[in-house]
């Protein structure tokens, strides 16, 4: 369903290596069905990274946004207590069908081909597609101007359909809103095209940027429940009702300065904001002094414990990872240098299947399509799972090479001393071939430690999740991608090291003689 | 009159199409040392690689102490059995490669004991004993911890020699097993083979050795072909040899 959802990336750096999806908070409501009445609460999920100003962690590192405030205004008037649920963004409505949580709240357009898949509650926010471009250049009034000019927006976005239907344009998606705002500053782009609110946070203040032309479209939002939880829904609708009737949501989306007069008249409300905007005041200012390199690197010791987190989760998730790789790898291996051949074909099978696609959707698959056969993982065993099965198709062809590598002259001396196949194998053949397969292995395990950034899809912290929650605070990704590459490393290097240094002790005695029976035996020619 | 220790009847083999072996019989008594001698590709090697099955033969019948496999039409349907048979008669056979194939991950006294340990459950303390002995017998046995790829060829081989004899094979079958050493290598193996002769040990020798071959054999079988052409006495075969092919093969030795 994701080609029929419509998000924003809000803020700034999605994953640098994966592409950019929409950021958007999503708000899912848990529903806590089991719970008991005094204690009920919503569950709400969201992706907090780069999403201000619908949800994001501020410079304190709390939680804030305006679906954040919307979504507990909403909890307090059902009489439940909010529990907020990260996700990764790519995963968030998958996450509702798996019953992570109860809904989601992000910044989600409501359309009809959506609305066949999910539910929606009635709209929490009414906006438009606003259009920026540099400073002094002639205003734009319809899009049909934009013909032969390069324009900028992210992926996925309603903003982006609207661009593809109006002939001429030459459309770039960015992964990053703040990086198109740049391109349009520095003069690499015409213009940029996005939610109004993103345009606001990020376009607005800056001098060298002017918001050009009328409202385009309209951008409708609700909160997405999974399908055929009517009653939830009910419920929310109500809520929302009350939150509206009751003046809240104009107090929430005035501080955030964004009670525009499109979503006071969607709600037929007075235009005037009824608050100051001090949540947009404060945003700005957060990022508008630029830190010196000592309160930098202070600010990141704030970070420590979360970086400590996360880089146990990877180092967990990669060790087991592996391990299994290598267990599941070497019997494939076994499987199709030796198997009858029923198990050669199906270990080849799997291995080409495995090699074939992508890492990234088998893991999804696991973790989100599973539960439709009635297999329901945990985030870690689904992590370490996806890895392992992964990787143990590459294990699986290190081994094969090794176990080809050894002398067929030695697993004969086995048979002749009246060893059987499976003893010369397991004494002969395959203590050899371990050697041979370190460092493959060993490199696997490097680009293994690095894939495991992809757990972060199935909702897990680990050291590429840090990286955006810290970057996304700071908006400094310099820096703090320089910080946790640096930790990458430093976690791989042990391991390195220890590859070597068991190589050079277990070759020490063995690689010459391995080397020359292997140059006289000359494999796959018969003696006559 | 005893049956002989190894007989062989009829032996065919061939690879893709190309016959190899066509009809090889042949008898040894038990103590006998006996070597093959003939020019490259005759089939010698393939002979000695099917009697302990490392080659499947495609027909004929091989008998070794009281085990017989009869491989009429092995090729179209291998019986079941056929890998059990074998690995029952390569328990009295021991063999010797020419490039030794010596395990290169284990020491020396580690290659020795595997098969016993492994093969026969024997245990640790005994095959380890068994197996000092037996370095002590090929002059081996300063070299017990050591690597293969810290001695040289002809210690290598007589360690091959050793670790096929912990097996208590009655018949040892090499597969030319000097021919990958150094010249001034080769006397210290051969000398191990003469000294097993004289122990009464039952050994079928594929060589290029004509000095050894004539010095230590009681008698020599000459192929070409994938025939035996000519079975004589040591002396004979090199002084009066009958064929005309086994006359025109050691005219190139003189």
């Known amino acids: ?528 | 009159m005893e049956a002989p220790l190894l007989s062989v009847n009829g032996l065919f083999k061939s690879f893709d199409e190309t016959p190899i072996l066509q009809g090889v019989s042949l008898d040894v008594e038990k103590g006998d040392l006996v070597s093959i001698i003939g020019p490259s590709g005759c089939g010698k090697s393939t002979f000695l690689r099917c009697m302990n099955f490392l080659e499947v033969p495609d027909a004929g019948r091989i008998s070794i102490a009281g085990v017989t496999i009869d491989c009429q039409g092995l090729e179209d349907a291998p019986p079941k059995d056929l890998s059990a048979k074998a690995h029952e008669l390569r328990q009295h056979v021991g063999m010797v490669f020419q490039q030794f194939n010596l395990f290169p991950h284990m020491t020396v006294l580690e290659n020795i004991m595997l098969a016993p340990r492994v093969g026969r459950n024997i245990p640790a303390d005994e095959a380890r004993s068994n197996g000092l002995r037996l370095l002590e017998k090929v002059g081996l046995e300063a070299f017990a911890e050591r690597y293969p790829s810290q001695m040289s060829g002809g210690q290598q081989q007589r360690a091959a020699i050793a670790r096929a004899l912990a097996m208590n094979p009655q018949v040892m079958l090499y597969d030319e097993p000097t021919s990958a050493l150094d010249p001034e290598l080769v006397a210290e193996v051969l000398s191990v083979m003469k000294q097993l002769d004289a122990e009464g040990m039952t050994q079928i020798v594929v060589t290029h050795e004509m000095r050894f071959a004539r010095d230590a054999s009681d008698y020599i079988v000459f192929m070409e072909g994938g025939k035996i052409v000519e079975v004589s006495d040591e002396d004979e075969i090199f002084e009066n040899p009958k064929d005309e092919r086994t006359r025109r093969f050691l005219g190139r030795f003189q």
């Open chain 1, 1 to 528: 369903m994701s080609a029929g959802r419509r998000f924003r990336v809000l803020g700034g750096s999605r994953r640098l290596a994966r592409r950019p999806w929409f950021p958007s908070l999503l708000l899912a409501f848990v529903l806590a069905t089991a719970v008991r009445a005094e204690e009920k609460t919503l569950r709400w999920a969201a992706d907090p990274n780069s999403n201000a100003p619908y949800g994001f962690y501020n410079s304190n590192n709390k939680l804030t946004g305006f679906e954040c405030e919307i979504i507990r205004a909403i909890a307090k008037e059902m009489g439940r207590k909010p529990v907020f649920v990260k996700n990764d963004w790519d995963g968030l409505i998958s996450g509702l069908g798996i019953d992570l949580y109860d809904c989601v709240i992000a910044g989600i357009e409501i359309t009809p081909a959506k609305a066949s898949e999910v539910l929606f509650s009635d709209p929490y926010y009414v906006t438009f597609e606003q259009f920026v471009d540099r400073r002094g250049t002639p205003p734009t009034s319809s899009l049909s101007q934009l013909a032969g000019k390069e324009i900028g927006t992210l992926g996925q976005t309603a903003a982006l359909k609207m661009l593809e239907g109006t002939p001429g344009v030459i459309v770039k998606t960015y992964p990053q809103e703040v990086n198109a705002y740049q391109d349009v500053a520095n003069g690499r782009l015409f213009g940029v095209l996005l939610d109004y609110p993103i345009a606001k946070y990020y376009a607005a203040s800056n001098p060298n940027l002017q918001f050009s032309g009328p409202p385009f479209g309209q951008i409708i939002y609700g909160i997405v429940i999974k399908k055929g939880n009517t009653a939830l829904l009910q419920e929310i609708n109500r809520a929302l009702a009350a939150v509206v009737a009751s003046g809240e949501i104009r107090d929430i989306l005035s501080k955030w300065g964004l009670w525009t007069p499109t979503v006071a008249g969607a709600f037929g409300q007075p235009e005037a904001p009824s608050l100051p905007d001090t949540e947009y005041q404060s945003f700005l200012a957060a990022h508008a002094v630029k830190p010196s390199l000592g309160a930098r690197l202070q600010g990141y010791l704030k970070f420590w414990p979360l970086i400590v987190k996360g880089s146990l989760m990877t180092l967990q998730v990669s060790l087991v990872g592996m391990v299994l790789a290598i267990a599941l790898g070497f019997s494939l291996a076994i499987m199709r240098v030796f198997g009858p051949w029923p198990l050669r074909w199906a270990a080849t099978l799997y291995i080409e299947i495995i090699r074939g696609t992508p890492l990234l959707i088998q893991l999804l698959i696991i973790f989100y399509g599973l539960p439709n056969i009635g297999l329901k993982l945990s985030p870690l065993v689904a992590g370490i799972l996806g890895l392992g099965l992964n990787y143990a198709a590459y294990e699986a062809e290190n081994y094969r090479a090794g176990l080809l590598a050894i002398p067929r002259g030695q697993m004969e001396a086995a048979r002749a001393l009246g060893l059987t196949r499976a003893q010369g194998l397991r004494f002969v053949v395959i203590p050899q071939s371990f050697k041979l397969v370190l460092p493959p292995v060993t490199n696997d395990f490097i680009s293994l430690l690095k894939d495991s950034s992809l757990v972060s899809m199935v909702t897990l912290l680990d050291l590429t999740g840090v990286y955006n929650r810290i970057a996304t605070q700071t908006f400094d990704y310099f820096g703090t991608g320089l910080l946790i590459a640096a930790i990458y490393l430093l976690i791989g290097l042990p391991f390195v090291r220890l590859a070597r240094w068991t190589e050079q002790h277990l070759t020490v005695d063995v690689r010459r003689p391995a080397q020359r029976s292997g140059l006289f035996a000359l494999p796959g020619i018969r003696k006559k």
